[in-house]
């Protein structure tokens, strides 16, 4: 594993984007793994300004999305599909058939798990998946648990999981309690992985995700064993290591 010490948010976003630029310059069709969260907003934000100069052209670009809320419409403001529009896609000349994020409404939940493997198959495969790592240590929506799985599921998010993110919910909300994920197999087969992790609050999981053993209880600490793994974190987030 590669390990790229930044010093702050700003140069882990910019560090990262420079990374998925130059995958989809050297490879126009590439296919890119996204993530959502609050990590990788600066990232988009990057790839945004240099699509707006010119110097980025998606128009073959292929994304496909980690996860996706079980029970959320894409018009929903809280679904992963509403939150990828509004901070990357619809910013850039990617083509809609080429966006591809788990149908959180689906009637058949299987279908959809199969389905969604089929995009990831039929595809070719992720050139750079880019992932950020939950406080619990889950990467997509894999949470700690007994095994890894390997194609995408329906995982109930944890009571961490579900703290974490209820800043993205107001009052009012109904916050879903469970979502689609990737498995691991399809993350663990993406060609390159870049991680990107900010922030004092990560800086234990991290360490424990890198040094510890490798274990479903931490399901990042399955990168250990992936041959291109590129680690961009700010000295916050390296600070245990
Ligand atoms: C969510 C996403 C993950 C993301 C994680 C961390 O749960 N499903 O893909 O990595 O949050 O989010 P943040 O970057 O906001 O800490």
């Not at 890894?148 to 109930?156: K, N, P």
């Not at 879903?176 to 087969?189: E, R």
Request: overall charge negative; charged content about 20%; proline content about 5%.
């Amino acid at each position: 594993m590669k390990i790229v010490r930044v010093e702050d948010y700003d140069k882990m976003s910019r560090t990262a984007a420079n990374i998925i630029s130059a995958q989809v310059i050297l490879k126009p069709t590439s296919v890119l793994g996204l993530a959502t969260g609050s990590t990788p907003i600066g990232v988009y934000q990057q790839l945004i300004k240099w699509y707006e100069k010119g110097d980025l052209d998606f128009s073959q670009v292929t994304t496909i999305n980690l996860d996706e809320y079980k029970g959320l419409s894409p018009e929903d403001a809280h679904s992963y599909k509403y939150y990828m529009r509004d901070a990357f896609h619809k910013h850039i000349n990617i083509k809609p058939e080429n966006i591809h994020l788990p149908n959180g409404l689906a009637e058949d939940p299987d279908a959809e798990c199969r389905r969604y493997d089929d995009v990831i198959q039929n595809s070719g495969g992720v050139d750079t998946q880019l992932l950020g790592i939950g406080h619990n240590g889950h990467i997509g929506f894999n949470e700690p648990g007994s095994v890894f799985h390997r194609d995408t599921y329906v995982t109930d998010l944890t009571s961490r999981t579900l703290e974490a993110n209820n800043r993205f919910f107001s009052k009012e909300d109904v916050q879903p309690v469970s979502a689609y994920t990737m498995g691991i197999k399809a993350i663990m087969q993406a060609k390159r992985i870049v991680v990107i992790v900010s922030g004092k609050s990560k800086a234990a999981i991290l360490n424990t995700a890198l040094n510890g053993p490798i274990d479903p209880q931490v399901p990042a600490s399955i990168l250990q064993i992936h041959n291109d793994v590129t680690l961009i974190a700010d000295q916050d987030a390296l600070s245990y290591l």
